[in-house]
C-alpha cells in the first residue's frame, strides 16, 4: 500500500476501510422525483399481500397532494397524514412520516389546482 494525494486516486482501491466523519446529506433524501407518500394500514396490508404472494395485478390507491419539497429546502416539518402525500425532487428532503416515494413514471394525475399543480394523484 501506498498513500497518495486524494485527487490521484481515481482507479485505484483503499488499502483500509473509509468512513465519513458525517453523514451526507444529513437527512433523508430522495433518489427519484415523485411523491413521498403516507400509506394508511390497508394500503400497507395489501402491498405486503402482494409482495409475499408474488401476485402481479395492479393496485392503485389515491392520494392529496397537501405540499412539495424541492432540493435545497429546508427539512419539511409537514404532519403527513394516512393517504397524503408530497410532490417531491431529486435530492429534496424526505418528509420524516412518509413511508416511501414512489417515482413519478408509477403516478397520475387525477387533479390539479388553478396553477396547473397536482392535488389528487392515483399511484399504479
Same mark, same amino acid.
Given at each position: 500500500?501506498?498513500?497518495?494525494?486524494?485527487?490521484?486516486?481515481?482507479?485505484?482501491?483503499?488499502?483500509?476501510?473509509?468512513?465519513?466523519?458525517?453523514?451526507?446529506?444529513?437527512?433523508?433524501?430522495?433518489? +427519484?422525483?415523485?411523491?413521498?407518500? @403516507? $400509506?394508511? %394500514? *390497508?394500503? +400497507?396490508?395489501?402491498?405486503?399481500? @402482494? $409482495?409475499? %404472494? *408474488?401476485?402481479?395485478?395492479?393496485?392503485?390507491?389515491?392520494?392529496?397532494?397537501i405540499g412539495f419539497s424541492n432540493a435545497g429546502d429546508e427539512i419539511i416539518?409537514?404532519?403527513?397524514?394516512?393517504?397524503?402525500?408530497?410532490?417531491?425532487?431529486?435530492?429534496?428532503?424526505?418528509?420524516?412520516?412518509?413511508?416511501?416515494?414512489?417515482?413519478?413514471?408509477?403516478?397520475?394525475?387525477?387533479?390539479?389546482?388553478?396553477?396547473?399543480?397536482?392535488?389528487?394523484?392515483?399511484?399504479?
Amino acid at each position: 500500500s501506498e498513500e497518495i494525494y486524494f485527487l490521484n486516486a481515481l482507479n485505484r482501491v483503499s488499502a483500509r476501510k473509509v468512513v465519513a466523519q458525517d453523514p451526507l446529506p444529513p437527512f433523508r433524501a430522495s433518489v +427519484k422525483d415523485g411523491f413521498a407518500i @403516507k $400509506l394508511t %394500514q *390497508n394500503q +400497507k396490508e395489501t402491498l405486503n399481500e @402482494k $409482495l409475499l %404472494q *408474488n401476485k402481479t395485478e395492479n393496485t392503485s390507491f389515491i392520494f392529496d397532494v397537501i405540499g412539495f419539497s424541492n432540493a435545497g429546502d429546508e427539512i419539511i416539518n409537514i404532519d403527513l397524514k394516512e393517504g397524503q402525500c408530497v410532490k417531491i425532487n431529486t435530492g429534496a428532503p424526505v418528509p420524516h412520516k412518509a413511508d416511501c416515494v414512489i417515482q413519478i413514471e408509477d403516478t397520475i394525475s387525477l387533479e390539479k389546482d388553478v396553477n396547473g399543480l397536482d392535488k389528487k394523484i392515483e399511484i399504479v
